[in-house]
Nanobody
Framework: QVQLVESGGGLVRPGGSLRLSCVAS????????MGWYRQVVGRQREFIAT???????DYADSVKGRFIISGDFVSKTVYLRLNSLELEDTAVYYC??????????????WGQGTQVTVAS
């Protein structure tokens, strides 16, 4: 059974930094991407950043230049460095892994989330 476990969330002041980690366990066939999303109560979950097994990365415009994603597809771990945090970055941050099923169809797996709160 695939399980993703996030860690590293917490309370930080505006302008501060955090580092989130996500470790996947279990068999994920054809793992090709790991990324981060976030969600605020009452809003849709939004894309933040993704890292692929081809060493490409992509970011939401709202975090470009502030957040840095890095993935290790051997250990099935993905990190997100959050810099210059703003009040609007407060959310639950979720890790997602994408792979392929035995029939070649895409499979997505989610973690339980870690809370990031930016407050003065």
């Amino acid at each position: 059974q695939v399980q993703l476990v996030e860690s590293g969330g917490g309370l930080v002041r505006p302008g501060g930094s955090l580092r989130l980690s996500c470790v996947a366990s279990g068999k994920i066939g054809g793992l090709y991407a790991m990324g981060w999303y976030r969600q605020v109560v009452g809003r849709q979950r939004e894309f933040i950043a993704t890292s692929t097994n081809r060493d490409t990365t992509d970011y939401a415009d709202s975090v470009k230049g502030r957040f840095i994603i890095s993935g290790d597809f051997v250990s099935k771990t993905v990190y997100l460095r959050l810099n210059s945090l703003e009040l609007e970055d407060t959310a639950v941050y979720y890790c997602r892994a994408e792979g392929l099923g035995t029939d070649g169809s895409p499979r997505r797996y989610w973690g339980q989330g870690t809370q990031v709160t930016v407050a003065s």
